[in-house]
Every structure is written in structure tokens, then in C-alpha cells.
T-cell receptor, first 113, second 112 residues
Framework: DAGVTQSPTHLIKTRGQQVTLRCSPK?????VSWYQQALGQGPQFIFQ???????QRGNFPDRFSGHQFPNYSSELNVNALLLGDSALYLC????????????FGEGSWLTVV | GENVEQHPSTLSVQEGDSAVIKCTYS??????FPWYKQELGKRPQLIID?????GEKKDQRIAVTLNKTAKHFSLHITETQPEDSAVYFC???????????FGKGTSLLVTP
């Protein structure tokens, strides 16, 4: 039973560049959420995708966008990177809506220089 | 929106002692409260969760209690071991059912 998988695990980008992060949810899960975790902080909700649509967005600018594919995998795109975007980006998967167990992937460490 | 406060921010205990971490939440509609353990450089790992229809849940040395009236929930770790050392996060599911709102974390150190 595959867990939540993310790629790449580490990457370094320059200010102003764009980045795409990828996630495959846990087998049997259909909902993908993205979180940003800055060093020393708790994860912050970016947005959630279900049935290929963005269902809810947290307090993040439009530079952050995403997509969900028919196989439930998802991408997170960040445009015009800022130094402050340096963080661990976590993908979380769950089944449907409501109080269902949420599992996190290992994350993608993004450093913006 | 939902606000989750977590205390203490750091906690140091001797091996074998108990550790308690407390969280409060603001949205009375929240109905799911997971706890995650995060080791340095790794992902948050779910260790226990509780739903609003129960007041307490145990899993071996770990227990969580929920007081919906007071809007607070707590993590209890008994017989602590050095490998319990990590950052622990509480979270509450927002009333929309979509977003987890996390506390700021508790850095637990268990000394032999």
C-alpha cells in the first residue's frame, strides 16, 4: 500500500523563477491538500483539491496555484519565487470530505536564493 | 478562521516520566483533532486522532482527551522514552472540513 509520495525531495531556485512540485496521494485517497511549513513553524494550509477542482484556499497569493489530475495526483506551482517562499512543502491526502484521517508525504524542501 | 494555540512550546522530561501537551481551538464547529509527531527533517507523522463524538482515546502509551465545552484537547505520553523526542503538533479541522489548522508545535526532549 503506497503512502503519499512527493517529488522532488529537494530543490534550489533563484528569485523570480517558477517551480512545480508533484504529489501522488495514498492509494484509495481522492483528496489532496498542500501545506507550507516554514522552519520552526507549523504547517500552513495552501489549498485543497478534490475532483480536479480547488475546493478551498488558505491565505496564500495567486502566485500559488495547483492542479489535480484524473488519477488524483496533484501539482503545486509557485510563480515569481520570493526568498520567503523557502520552506518545506507538504502534500497531504485523505478520502472525501469531513473528519477523515489525513496523511502527509515526506515533503519537498524548496530553497530560494 | 480557526485559531489553534498550543502549550508549552518546549518541554523537557526525564525518561519514564509523563508528558502533557495542551491545545485550545476557537471554532466550536471543529470536529476532528489529530496529533502529529515530526522528527527533524521529516514529515509530520500521525500518532493519534480524536473525533468530537468521544472524550478520550488511548493507544498504548499515548492518549488524547477532548473537552468540547472548553474547546481544548490534550496529548498525554506516559513512560516517555528518548525516541519520543521530537516536535509535536496539534491540529483542528476547520468547520469547512477541508483545512487542518495547526498549533505552533511543542519541542519535546526526553533525557535518559
Amino acid at each position: 500500500d503506497a503512502g503519499v509520495t512527493q517529488s522532488p525531495t529537494h530543490l534550489i531556485k533563484t528569485r523570480g523563477q517558477q517551480v512545480t512540485l508533484r504529489c501522488s496521494p495514498k492509494s484509495g485517497h481522492d483528496t489532496v491538500s498542500w501545506y507550507q511549513q516554514a522552519l520552526g513553524q507549523g504547517p500552513q494550509f495552501i489549498f485543497q483539491y478534490y475532483e480536479e477542482e480547488e475546493r478551498q484556499r488558505g491565505n496564500f497569493p495567486d502566485r500559488f496555484s495547483g492542479h489535480q489530475f484524473p488519477n488524483y495526483s496533484s501539482e503545486l506551482n509557485v510563480n515569481a519565487l520570493l526568498l520567503g517562499d523557502s520552506a518545506l512543502y507538504l502534500c497531504a491526502s485523505s478520502l472525501g470530505q469531513g473528519p477523515n484521517t489525513i496523511y502527509f508525504g515526506e515533503g519537498s524542501w524548496l530553497t530560494v536564493v | 478562521g480557526e485559531n489553534v494555540e498550543q502549550h508549552p512550546s518546549t518541554l523537557s522530561v526525564q525518561e519514564g516520566d509523563s508528558a502533557v501537551i495542551k491545545c485550545t481551538y476557537s471554532d466550536s464547529a471543529s470536529n476532528y483533532f489529530p496529533w502529529y509527531k515530526q522528527e527533524l527533517g521529516k514529515r509530520p507523522q500521525l500518532i493519534i486522532d480524536i473525533r468530537s463524538n468521544v472524550g478520550e482515546k488511548k493507544d498504548q502509551r499515548i492518549a488524547v482527551t477532548l473537552n468540547k465545552t472548553a474547546k481544548h484537547f490534550s496529548l498525554h505520553i506516559t513512560e516517555t522514552q528518548p525516541e519520543d523526542s521530537a516536535v509535536y503538533f496539534c491540529a483542528a479541522l476547520s468547520n469547512s472540513g477541508y483545512a487542518l489548522n495547526f498549533g505552533k508545535g511543542t519541542s519535546l526532549l526526553v533525557t535518559p
